[in-house]
T-cell receptor
């Protein structure tokens, strides 16, 4: 069964460093998302991406964050200069349409020291 | 702004029992989707059940069913004949149908099924 894959599963970085989290969505999906979950808290929407552009983003998704789909398969989240509060599990998701059935990856745990 | 509230942080039930997870939400919209997502210990979230707000009939998926009360803005999940594999974090979620493709999640309910 096709699934969303994410790499790395865990990344430890120093504050101020750039981080790129990678995702391979399900191949025929058209909508792509990043969510994050700070330990013990709820899953929060970061950004949605459709037709090669951001369709919506949350207040969390400030200028330090960017997304791109450089080669038609990978969907990446870049954090330009990480802060301690960026430590979280980051989930990529994709869907065939905008009716809400998202398929999630297993997540990438980011630890900022 | 839409909000989703799950008032039960954690629950435990014996295997084979029925359990109901509560969820309330707030929105001024009339056209939306509601979901229950399950996040097992392996972390990957999967969709359990989906309800379209314009449908009065409660959604059902095998042992999982919902009690959707639109006027009360309540959307509870009932798990019948619970199994050990149902142990997970369960998230209630909301999505508007008005070209707003973000899903808003509740804080989750951690459900333990005890042998």
């Amino acid at each position: 069964e096709p699934e969303v894959t994410q790499t790395p599963s865990h990344q430890v970085t120093q504050m101020g460093q750039e981080v790129i989290l990678r995702c391979v969505p399900i191949s025929n999906h058209l909508y792509f998302y990043w969510y994050r979950q700070i330990l013990g808290q709820k899953v929060e929407f970061l950004v949605s991406f459709y037709n090669n552009e951001i369709s919506e983003k949350s207040e969390i998704f400030d200028d330090q964050f960017s997304v791109e789909r450089p080669d038609g398969s990978n969907f990446t989240l870049k954090i330009r200069s990480t802060k301690l509060e960026d430590s979280a599990m980051y989930f990529c998701a994709s869907s065939t349409d905008s009716t809400g059935e998202l398929f999630f990856g297993e997540g990438s745990r980011l630890t900022v020291l | 702004a839409q909000t989703v509230t799950q008032s039960q942080p954690e629950m435990s039930v014996q295997e084979a029992e029925t359990v109901t997870l509560s969820c309330t939400y707030d929105t001024s919209e009339s056209n939306y989707y509601l979901f229950w997502y399950k996040q097992p210990p392996s972390r990957q979230m999967i969709l359990v059940i989906r309800q379209e707000a314009y449908k009065q009939q409660n959604a059902t998926e095998n042992r999982f069913s919902v009690n959707f009360q639109k006027a009360a803005k309540s959307f509870s999940l009932k798990i019948s004949d619970s199994q050990l594999g149902d142990t997970a974090m369960y998230f209630c979620a909301f999505m508007s149908r008005n070209r707003d493709d973000k899903i808003i999640f509740g804080k989750g309910t951690r459900l333990h099924i005890l042998p």
